[in-house]
Each structure stands twice: as C-alpha cells, then as structure tokens.
C-alpha cells in the first residue's frame, strides 16, 4: 500500500512538475525571443512584461494560497490553474496577429503584456500557491531531501527540454504557433491527470483565522514574517539572487540568437548539453542537505554562478565565438558552471526556506515566498537590464529602426550582482548557528 502511495506521489511531482517548468520556460525564455521575432527587437516590451506578470504573479499566489488554506484543499487550485494555464499560453500567440504599422504594433505590445500577465496569474494559481503547497504538505524529514533535490532539478529539466525542443518547433522559419500549441497543450492534459489521480496529503485541514480578506491581510503583516528571523534572511538571499539572475537571465535567448548569431536550435542543443551536465551538482548538495549544511552549500552555490555567469561576460563574444559549431568551451564552461550553481543553490534554498514555514499556513507562506523570489526581483531587475541594453547593444534593424541586443556587459555586471548574495546569506548562516545553539 505504501509503495503504491509512493508511485502516487513521485509520478505526480515530475509529471505536473515537468509540465509546469517546461510552461515556465516557454515564458521564461521563448516569449522573450517571440517579442524580438514577431513584434520589436526592444527590451522594454520584455520589461513591462517581466513588472506586469510578477504583480499577476503575487497576487495570485496570495489570494490562492489562503483560500487553499481555508478550505484545506490543494487539489481544485491545481486542476483550475494548470487548465487555465495551458489555455492563455496558447493564446499568447495571437498576439503576433495584431502587428503591422505603428498603431497595431503598440497594440500587440499590450496585448502581449496582457496574455504574459493572465498566464502567469493561473500559472501561479496551479502550481505555486497549489502545487508547491501540496509538496510541501507531504514533505517529510525522510523525504525533504528528495522532494527538495525534484524541485531543484525540475527548473533545469524544464529548461532543457523546453530549449532543445523549443528551438525544434519553432524552427528556421520562426514557426512559434507549434510550440506554444505543443506545451499549452500539455499543462492542459496534466490538469486532467491531476483530476485523476490526484489525492490531498494526509493531516491537511481547513485552516480559518476570521473573515477571508483578514486572512488575506494578515499575510501582508510585516510584524509576523519578522518574527521568523532565520526565514526572514533566507527570503533576503533568494531575492538579491534572483535580481541577479533576472538582469541576464530573461534575455540569454536574445542573446545567444542576435547578437552571438546561433539559430534556435543549435541554441537549445548547447544549453541542454551544458545544463544536462550541470545536475551532478545534485549529488554533493543532497549530501550537505542531509546534514543541514544549508549556507555552506548555498555559498559554493553563488561561487559556481559566479563563475559561470562572469565566463560569459568575458568570453562569450563574437569574437571568440563560432555559431557554426556547437563545441564554443567558454560557451559550454560559463553554461556548465552557472547550471550546477543554479540547481544547487535552488535545490537548497527550497528545503531550507519551506522547513522554516509554518505547519498551519503553508500555503499563505509561499505567497511570502513569491513576493522575495519573484515579485520583488521581477520589479527591480528590469531597471538594471534596460538601461544597460540600450546602453551597449543598440543597432539598425533592416529597416533602419533602431532595436537593442543584450550583449556580453549584461553578463558580467550580472555576475558582480551575484556576489551580494553573500551579504544576506551571512545573517541567515548567524541565525541558524544563534537558533541551533538555543535549541
């Protein structure tokens, strides 16, 4: 009966976790280069769509997440979500419709923002405020380091899979209708098999504190996030990682495509190799997960994406680059480096920071996660990628228009942001010894 339960759970964690991440990818990654292909080659675009989603986002995972928590149920937020999800990322492909002279094109560019903003709202619904919730329902002390290394590792798998075969559907004729079908189309099958086979984890009850909006409220009080200090401190390192991450991050496909010359599948196919490779750091972070040496391996975890990211900014130009060939080693070694740090560092901040959450409000709680993982890096990355974009990559297109490239600029003042993560990451390591010493 246990092993039967077991099947259960792990089938459903990677199978809506895949589905969800290869979702997250499409929009991660692929949404950005549909807005250079199909609508302006201008950061902006991306910058009000990265601001207007993480809002979206938040809001989301708030209202969500109490209302699972109130009715101790994950299941319908999921199924709902994950429907809705599939639908409006299949709809974001419309947009390209709308473009034509100056008056359409400022059209599909809110339109774009609207669709990126109603996915991420539903996206958000199904799997952050429903399906980490319900993961971290059935967390336990025997499987945290598991469950934890499957969350790390989902993001890579989804953004291997969802480069390499992304950049195969869309292909050299820049067919991006086949891929936002494809994967629309599976988050919609993963909602029915959620419907399916889908059971809430033992112990789950409703959790009411007064009306629905005081509950809401109450998420939003300061005074009782601050009394968790650790917690506090280890939401402060995911959030200046994360602004890091999403100076550069967002625009490596812009990147890889404009301004290194690689097609979308030759893209795919070398970030899959280097990323694919990068999950052995998997391995040494269980190890240290299973000790509780959550700072120390978070450390080696900023140092590897430090790395990483700092090859790419010094070697990862034209220059030094052939598109014609998959095997560029700075290329491959920058990739290779940042993937083991980005897994590690995920892998660990998701067991260290969902261990800290409260037994009685898990749900609301990752609303607190949202708002240091995306909300407030999503605002605030922008306003250091912009101006930098424009500031080092501005060209001609073919009809004389300017448009703006990321360049290798981004990468290495990115790479200097991610060394402030160790400022957090200090009084978070000081907490924990100060709280292991009390108990």
């Known amino acids: 009966m246990k092993k039967k339960r077991d099947l259960r759970l792990w089938s459903l964690v990677w199978g809506l976790g895949i589905a969800g991440q290869l979702c997250w990818n499409i929009e991660n990654q692929w949404f950005n280069t549909f807005v250079y292909a199909k609508i302006a080659k201008d950061p902006t675009i991306i910058s009000w769509m990265v601001a207007v989603s993480a809002l979206a986002t938040a809001l989301s995972t708030f209202i969500f997440g109490t209302l699972s928590d109130r009715m101790g149920r994950r299941k319908p937020f999921i199924v709902g ?13 419309a947009t390209e419709q709308l473009t034509g002279n100056g008056q359409t094109l400022l059209l599909a560019a809110v339109a774009a923002v609207a669709a990126d903003a109603l996915m991420s709202f539903f996206g958000s619904m199904g799997n952050d405020s429903g399906f980490n919730a319900w993961i ?7 499987n945290s380091g598991a469950l934890g290394a499957a969350l790390a590792t989902q993001p890579i798998f989804g953004t291997i899979a969802g480069t390499v075969l992304g950049g195969l559907l869309i292909g050299g004729e820049d067919n991006y209708q086949r891929l936002f079908w494809s994967m629309g189309g599976l988050v919609i099958i993963s909602a029915g098999l959620a419907q399916t086979f889908m059971k809430e984890a033992p112990g789950l009850t409703p959790h ?3 009306s629905f909006i005081k509950q809401l409220l109450s998420a939003f009080n300061i005074r009782s996030l601050t009394k968790r200090k650790e917690l506090v ?11 890091s991450f999403n100076v550069y991050f967002p625009h490596v496909g812009n990147y890889m495509l404009y301004y290194l010359g690689f097609d979308a599948g030759s893209m795919g196919l070398m970030e899959g190799m280097a990323l694919l490779l990068g999950m052995v750091s998997v391995l040494p972070a269980s190890s240290m997960l299973r000790r509780e040496r959550y700072a120390f391996a978070a450390g080696i975890a900023v140092v590897l994406s430090f790395l ?11 220059e030094y680059v052939d598109p014609t060939t998959l095997f560029n080693w700075s290329l491959l070694g920058g990739l290779l480096l940042f993937g083991c740090g980005y897994i590690m560092f995920m892998q660990v ?24 993982f995306v909300l407030i890096p999503w605002l605030v990355s922008p306003l250091i990628a912009n101006p930098i974009i424009k500031g080092n990559g501005e060209v001609l297109d073919s009809n004389g228009f300017a448009a703006y490239l990321p360049t290798h600029v981004l990468f290495l003042i990115g790479a200097g942001l991610i060394l402030l993560t160790f400022v957090p990451l200090f009084f978070a390591a000081r907490c924990r010894k100060q709280e292991g010493t009390i108990a």
Request: hydrophobic share 50%; proline share 3%.
């Open 308 to 318: 990483g990211v700092g090859i790419l900014g010094l070697w990862g130009r034209p």
């Open 81 to 93: 979500g994950y429907l809705l999800w599939g639908l409006f990322t299949i709809g974001f492909g």
């Open 233 to 243: 401190w280890v939401f402060l390192t995911l959030t200046v990682y994360f602004i």
């Open 208 to 210: 009411r504190d007064g």
């Open 349 to 372: 901040l998701s067991v260290w920071m969902k261990q800290l959450f409260p037994q009685e409000s898990k749900g609301q709680f990752e609303g607190f996660r949202i708002l240091f």
């Open 136 to 142: 971290n329902d059935a967390m336990t002390t025997q």
